[in-house]
């Protein structure tokens, strides 16, 4: 092979893989601090909480640039309602974190509903524009 060739053939490779390959790999094992409970005393009636973090930060994971976004909880609380002070620990373990705002969504919302269990829980993320584009994301789950 020609180096001319070689050149070309490396430049192909490169275009054909992601910069942002092996920047995620492990987020769902990130760990985080634990995110505490306390026994509803309303279990048995449907009533939805809502939680706003206004001023929520994390790292782009391929910038190393802070993210700034509005987070917004909404959730019907079952046996256990979220105790805030261990979820604000929680939203603050993220500040310095590299974290794709997808993954930051899904993973928020496995670690909720995880701890609180509830009937009904939704997440939006809406983050602030970055390269001129607002992203949000949103997901829900519901108990079986």
């Excluded at 046996?79 to 500040?95: A, G, P």
């Amino acid at each position: 092979m020609r180096k001319t060739e070689v050149g070309r053939q490396n430049t192909e490779d490169r275009k054909d893989r992601s910069s942002y390959e092996g920047l995620q790999e492990n987020v769902r094992g990130l760990e985080t601090p634990k995110i505490e409970v306390w026994l509803n005393q309303y279990a048995d009636k449907v009533y939805t909480i809502n939680l706003d973090i206004p001023e929520f930060t994390c790292i782009c994971p391929k910038t190393g640039l802070p993210d700034f976004a509005a987070i917004r909880i909404e959730y019907r609380p079952a046996k256990f309602c979220v105790e805030l002070k261990s979820f604000k620990m929680y939203t603050i373990s993220f500040r310095n974190v590299g974290i794709f705002h997808e993954h930051l969504i899904n993973k928020m919302l496995e670690d909720f509903a995880a701890a609180v269990k509830p009937r009904w829980l939704k997440i939006t993320g809406i983050f602030n524009p970055r390269g001129g584009i607002t992203t949000s994301v949103c997901r829900e789950y519901k108990a079986k």
